[in-house]
């Protein structure tokens, strides 16, 4: 049986370790008190992470990297991002209970800055959000539906953990411009994956 979602925030220490890569339960997003942690680094670096269990948000800020920019945990979800060239963007893992990520890795070749929180550091909004490239979204509201639209040439992606059954679902997956209604019950939250701006109005 799934359970439902708790939205908290994530209590987090951060210490640089080494310069090595680490290689059916439903979301849970209970997690303790506390502010996002930053780091700064150069090149590659391995990031411990002292963190409450529950559903964290990475951000990372990489402007003038070139070649791959790659991001992995050693936690379920393994490799969280993989892209080419400057790069600035937010991603979640530990989705699932009991998944713990104790470090995450960055591979780049430039300086960068990795933000690393719980449900705090995703984009909180009432029923609408829009932006460009990767972000984490949280929609209150409750809804059915929502409205979803892309105007960049490349992957389009959504995914949404709905916060009521604890289901998570591909909302969207599209090359290119997109622009229609997909089926996600509010409240949710998102993580998108895009190339060029887009909305999402529930």
Not at 92 to 104: M, N, P, Q, Y
Not at 129 to 135: L, V, W
């Amino acid at each position: 049986m799934r359970k439902p979602l708790a939205i908290g925030f994530a209590a987090l220490a951060l210490v640089l370790l080494s310069s090595s890569v680490r290689g059916g339960e439903p979301p849970h997003l209970e997690v303790g008190p506390g502010a996002p942690a930053v780091f700064h680094g150069d090149g590659t670096a391995e990031v411990g992470i002292a963190k409450e269990p529950g559903v964290g948000v990475v951000q990372l800020d990489c402007p003038q990297c070139t070649g791959n920019v790659v991001l992995r945990s050693d936690g379920q979800e393994g490799l969280l991002l993989n892209e080419i060239g400057p790069y600035q963007g937010k991603r979640w893992f530990d989705l699932r209970a009991g998944e713990r990520t104790t470090a995450l890795t960055v591979t780049a070749t430039g300086r960068w800055t990795l933000t690393v929180g719980g449900t705090d550091l995703a984009g909180v909004r009432a029923d609408r959000a829009a932006g460009a490239g990767d972000d984490v979204v949280f929609l209150t509201r409750p809804a059915r539906a929502a409205e979803v639209t892309h105007s960049g040439d490349g992957n389009f992606v959504v995914h949404a953990v709905e916060l009521a059954t604890g289901r998570v679902d591909l909302a969207v997956n599209r090359i290119g411009e997109f622009a229609g209604t997909v089926d996600l019950r509010g409240p949710v939250l998102l993580q998108i994956r895009s190339t060029g701006r887009w909305s999402v109005r529930a």
